[in-house]
């Protein structure tokens, strides 16, 4: 009766994770003898890392990836794509979006650009920090959108506030001018705090005229451009081939 009543204020304290770690360890054989500083301290931890794959699901859910199975731990380097492995794992620290610079990812068609961008964002959000995701062909109906329902400056603000954000097939579609102007914005509010993902099939020469002329577009795009690490895909096979999607990562650090 005790150990029900010691459960049911924990659930009332939202204490979930000391209330299943206490059940569970209790019923174990193996913690019978457990002082009880040692058991407090387990299910102290049960709690610590329940809070936090809570959290962790929270931010997986906010980012709203594509290939939500994208994940660095996959990749391949038996196939010759150009990527160095020091400098992939270079980018798994994380230390660049710490230091929020950018990265552009380019490449033909298939050759796992939105998957690499995609997997080193998931990583991210493992180490704790927030991401947001667009495939920019849908981007236009989600502006649109926000914009007749006033909504349009929050969402600016909530993706230009992400520690993360993903621009994923950036240069695939033509972008309506609201389109445009969001863009620049978001991308001028995020310069120097935070990190911003483009993968694109279009190289970065071509991303004046994709956002129109004008000084705005100049600017952002060379300060952009200036801060981004480059990595330049191969396609020796379309990963599309790979029904698992999981050929390889094919790149070549800047």
């Known amino acids: 009766m005790l150990l029900e009543q010691t459960l049911s204020k924990l659930h009332s304290m939202k204490l979930h994770g000391m209330a299943k770690g206490l059940e569970q360890r209790l019923s174990s054989p193996a913690h019978a003898e457990l002082s009880v500083s040692d058991l407090f301290g387990m299910i102290v931890d049960d709690e610590w890392l329940y809070r936090e794959n809570t959290r962790f699901s929270s931010r997986i859910r906010a980012a709203k990836f594509r290939e939500k199975n994208a994940c660095i731990e996959d990749w391949d380097f038996k196939e010759p794509r150009g990527l ?9 620290n994380n230390d660049w979006i710490s230091k929020h610079q950018n990265m552009v990812i380019t490449g033909p068609c298939g050759s796992g650009k939105s998957y690499l961008a995609q997997a080193l964002a998931h990583n991210a959000v493992r180490s704790g920090f927030g991401a947001v995701y667009f495939w920019l062909p849908r981007f236009s109906g989600i502006v649109t959108r926000a914009k007749a ?39 001028e509010d995020r310069f120097g705090v935070g990190s911003t993902i483009i993968s694109s099939q279009l190289g970065t020469a ?6 129109g002329s004008g000084n705005l577009a100049d600017g952002v795009c060379d300060r952009f451009i200036h801060n981004a690490h480059r990595i330049k895909l191969i396609a020796v096979e379309s990963m599309r081939k790979n029904k698992h999607g999981l050929t390889a990562t094919e790149a070549s650090d800047k």
């Open 206 to 211: 071509d991303w004046h005229d994709y956002l």
């Open 149 to 187: 329902e006033g909504s349009l400056p929050s969402l600016i603000r909530r993706i230009a506030k992400a520690p993360l954000l993903i621009l994923d097939d950036w240069g695939l579609v033509p972008l309506p001018e609201v389109d445009r102007h969001a863009l620049l914005e978001i991308m």
């Open 84 to 92: 160095k492995k020091s400098a992939f794992l270079e980018f798994t």
